[in-house]
């Protein structure tokens, strides 16, 4: 049978921009699975996804105007059941049968298989193969029904009457087999040939498509409009460098991939125009600037080499014509009330101080369970003064427990009011106003970090502390009111808290035990948070720890030999694994994790427990005497690099046991008949035990 290509287009009012390509690769995805799954398509057939501000649309190749039939073997039931004893169908059969459209006829035609009891009857029969025109239907109505649609729209049809549920009104269906329409409808729409261009640019409206391979370029050319969303996505970024380019001064457009989606999303055909604004405006801060621009105007400001904005930005228009002066001027004229509200609320919020506005965070609820902002920053005050009198006291105390208190002071500013994302940045700048040292009023933005994946740690000491305080706080707070993360809802971000905390620990040499970071931060509560939900606390960190090291690529044995143990001190840990790395790598690491793993099994089982010291007296073997002396020489030298941060040379000592412990396996009864002799062979396996697992359970490392 013949394949043709298929290409499936839904025409609709605009679409929702920060939904758009999202919904053109759900749909195309669906569509093509829906196909695959009839026997209509491919596994491997070829899906392009097309979307546009008014268009979603699918192209697949190879698509059969018939799917093949098909051979089906149904399984009835035991020939027992199924015939009586002369051999005719029983009612139950008959009853079967029946269900599966079929009479008494089929009964001849059955088929046996298997052996005395185990005999079964199974119909043979053949599945017709679908049409295109039935597969395709199924398919359309299957992709519309998963469509990822954030707010879906009730409205009428043109008979008056009938009402439908769709991201947006529909106007227009094209389906396509090579040159041929299919026969399909949804939405109260049938399926054409035609479809609409840009709104003001098209050379003919409606636009007819005579094949499904020539959808995208009838579109560009008759219709002006780059179906493609990734081909819209990169003339939009070429153009962006070019007229950057085109600026001068070693300009560049700011990085923002959810905005270029954004503004993709947004036009048809794009063109991107530069336009400017006063220079007097660079007086605001310009994170104030570059955020009114993007969010509000979906502008692309310019920066410059060093990073700094520029009095001129990119707009992405969606018409292209031969005078855009017009369209430039309307866009500055537009943008300067937006930046001048910017400028009027950083002048107002500087009229007051940062300590000023403390005494209103109690009245900001935080949450209905934990109190106000203002009890919260209380809490994080007593925590931050703990962690800073750990790592030193003094002047950086001071300093962390001033910038805790005022670091949520931003909340009530008016700009912070305007622009939430611009929390801590604008506590910063209103710190340096008031006088405070850049130390403060860096650790008050940077309390927030890290807040996303690879974003940056804070700057120093004072930074590290506050923002350990906060997200610590978070976190147990939340924990202690039952609202740990479920599944894969985590509503207030504690998964990225905890990385963030592990992110602190592990890479800013900060050397304070987990346990008691936990212990102190619960007790800043009242009542204290238990031992209990500190121990769930406690795992959840582990558990994120351990997907962060398989994430920057450690093995999952690497990782849990290291993170069962539980470390107290985070920053330990890469160095752990390094040595945990090496120590695989050495001849005798299988042997020796294997012993490993036998020892622990041994001890696990060991009645009434395995204590005390070794008792040289009572050792009778000369594999067993000469393990405790192999111990004796190897453990405090092992136990040294270890005391000294060296595991890599720790392990390697330790490595040199192997023959000792081989020897000891091969010829020594462990469970001897002298309880006395037992019980000191058990404590020299404990002793055993113990050194290995100093570094990490090497036990984790035996297949």
Not at 282 to 288: A, G, I, M, N
């Amino acid at each position: 049978m013949i394949a043709q290509n298929l290409l499936v287009e839904i025409f609709v009012e605009e679409l929702p921009p920060k939904a758009l390509k999202n919904l053109g690769e759900a749909f195309a995805s669906a569509l093509a699975a829906s196909l695959r799954r009839d026997g209509l398509a491919a596994d491997a057939a070829a899906v392009t996804s097309y979307a546009t501000p008014r268009r979603l649309a699918a192209h697949v190749v190879d698509v059969l105007a018939a799917a093949i039939d098909r051979p089906v073997a149904q399984k009835l039931m035991p020939v027992s059941v199924g015939l009586d004893a002369a051999g005719q169908a029983t009612p139950a059969l008959l009853k079967k049968l029946a269900a599966l459209g079929a009479d008494a006829a089929a009964v001849p035609r059955l088929r046996r298989e298997g052996e005395g009891k185990a005999e079964t009857l199974f119909l043979d029969s053949v599945v017709r193969g679908a049409t295109l025109a039935e597969g395709l239907q199924k398919a359309l109505d299957a992709a519309l029904a998963a469509l990822p649609i954030p707010k879906v729209m009730n409205y009428q049809l043109a008979d008056g009457w009938t009402s439908v549920d769709f991201v947006r009104p529909a106007h227009g269906l094209m389906a396509l087999h090579g040159n041929a329409v299919v026969p399909v409808s949804v939405l109260g729409l049938r399926s054409g040939n035609t479809t609409r261009g840009h709104r003001f640019e098209a050379n003919a409206d409606p636009i007819v498509i005579e094949h499904a391979d020539r959808y995208a370029e009838t579109l560009l050319v008759k219709g002006a409009v780059i179906a493609s969303f990734a081909e819209r996505r990169a003339e939009i970024a070429r153009q962006l460098a070019a007229a950057a380019e085109k600026a001068g001064d070693g300009l560049r457009p700011i990085e923002d991939d959810a905005l270029l989606d954004e503004v993709t999303a947004l036009v048809e055909r794009p063109n991107v125009l530069a336009g400017r604004f006063e220079p007097e405006f660079l007086e605001v801060p310009q994170e104030c600037l570059i955020l009114t621009m993007k969010a509000n105007q979906k502008y692309f400001p310019l920066l410059d080499a060093a990073g700094k904005l520029s009095n001129r930005f990119l707009m992405v228009s969606n018409l292209s014509p031969a005078d855009p002066s017009a369209i430039v001027g309307g866009n500055e004229r537009v943008v300067r009330p937006r930046l001048a509200d910017a400028r009027f609320f950083f002048d107002q919020d500087r009229k007051k101080t940062l300590e000023s506005r403390v005494a209103g965070l109690d009245k900001v609820v935080y949450h209905n369970k934990l109190g106000s902002q203002g009890e919260r920053c209380k809490r994080v005050v007593d925590i931050v003064r703990a962690i800073a009198e750990k790592l030193g006291g003094g002047e950086p105390t001071r300093q962390a427990e001033q910038a805790a208190r005022l670091a949520k002071a931003d909340l009530l500013t008016d700009m912070v009011g305007e622009f939430p994302e611009l929390q801590g940045v604008m506590g910063r700048y209103y710190a340096l106003n008031d006088g405070l040292s850049p130390e403060i009023a860096d650790a008050i933005e940077d309390h927030y970090k890290p807040r996303f994946a690879g974003d940056d740690l804070p700057r120093g000491r004072v930074g590290v502390a506050v923002a350990l305080a906060d997200k610590l706080e978070t976190l147990i707070g939340l924990f202690g009111i039952g609202q740990s993360p479920t599944g894969d809802k985590d509503p207030f971000a504690l998964r990225r808290h905890a990385v963030g905390v592990i992110r602190m620990l592990m890479e800013s040499g900060i050397d304070l035990p987990l346990d008691d970071l936990l212990a102190g931060a619960a007790g800043s509560f009242r009542p204290p948070v238990g031992d209990g939900i500190l121990g769930s606390l406690r795992e959840f960190i582990y558990d994120r720890l351990s997907g962060l090291l398989r994430e920057q690529g450690y093995t999952a044995r690497e990782v849990d030999a290291v993170v069962s143990l539980r470390p107290q001190i985070l920053s330990d840990v890469p160095k752990r694994l390094a040595a945990v790395r090496a120590f695989s790598a050495l001849p005798e690491a299988e042997a020796l994790a294997a012993a490993n793993k036998r020892v622990g099994n041994i001890l696990k089982k060991a009645e009434g427990g395995v204590g005390g010291r070794v008792d040289a007296s009572l050792l009778k073997e000369d594999a067993e005497i000469a393990l405790a002396r192999a111990l004796d020489d190897i453990v405090p030298r092992a136990d040294a690099a270890f005391a000294a941060g060296d595991h890599a040379r720790s392990l390697r000592m330790l490595a040199t046991l192997r023959g000792p412990v081989d020897e000891f396996f091969d010829k020594v009864m462990v469970n001897a008949e002298d309880r006395a002799v037992r019980a000191n062979r058990l404590a020299l396996l404990a002793r055993l035990h113990d050194a290995m697992n100093r570094v990490a359970d090497l036990s984790k490392l035996s297949a």
